[in-house]
């Protein structure tokens, strides 16, 4: 993708700050900036990921035949056409430069890829990611901070997202690798398990009802689980993709021990398997619901900073 100029880009925010003190609104410069019309008007001048460095995009996401690619700036499209050549994947190749639209389909047409990939000259920030299984980027830190939200709000979890030498911020990556000087940051979408969630089970004087509450930052929570009267601290959270699973120190024979609930979410539902300490015996099943009035967004999108 683009990469910004040492002296270009601290005269740009410069000017940023001016104008945000301003008052106006900094989204539209970003635009403009990051997709300016031709190559000879680029203030971010197009650099392409080095092969190696795609390889590994590619292998941290475990890219495979079923899944759909999205490049978000494709430049000349050798990721996409990479994951469809050598892995077998579908893929969809982002950018605003038409030179780069024209130069990613030819590569395209002499890899023989053509059946498996597109390219579409589109604002980034317009383009619907739904459908996407894993989405990779070469932008600068402050673009993909502007896209961290859009990320959330319409990519499924278990989504995978790979980004070539910048962060999220804030938002940890599950891995990070170096390959010949660049870095590779890898996230797996997280789903969203905040809020109130309530299940019975069997209990010693019939059925016993319990109540999750969980407090989540990414792929990051905490939380507590009341049984009855007692409330006890869950710790050990994972969140990964769209399984979840939390360990909770219960009484049993009086003494504490660790019961560990992994369950799949499913929107307001999760539905999953209790492990008792021993590991012994067989697990028994358990299906929690939430109220949908306590679900908070997980990404912290109004503290990113312009």
Known sequence: MRRIQTGRLIALLIMVAGISTAGVSLHGLIER?????????????????????????????????????????CGDGRIVIAAAKERGARGVGIDLDPERIRESKENAREARVTDRVMFVRQD??????????????YLLPSVNLEIRPKLFKELKPGTRVVSHDFDMGEWTADQIAEVDGSMVYFWVMPANVSGTWEWTMPGSTGKERFVLKIEQEFQNARGTLTA????????????????????????????????????RVNGDTIQGVIHNPDGQSEGKGWTARRDPSTVVPIDNSDEIPL
Do not use: C, H, W
């Open 33 to 73: 900036t990051y997709a300016l019309g031709g190559p000879d008007e680029l203030d971010v001048p197009y650099v392409p990921t080095p092969e190696s460095v795609v390889e590994k995009m590619l292998d941290m996401a475990a890219v495979t035949g079923s899944d759909l690619v999205y490049d978000l700036g």
């Open 228 to 263: 009855g009267s007692s409330e006890m601290p869950v710790r050990d959270v994972k969140i990964s993709g769209d399984q979840v699973s939390f360990t909770v120190d219960q009484a049993a024979g009086g003494k504490a021990a660790g019961v560990r609930y992994e369950g």
């Open 124 to 137: 980034l920030y317009n383009t619907d990611l739904r459908d996407a299984t894993v989405v990779t980027l």
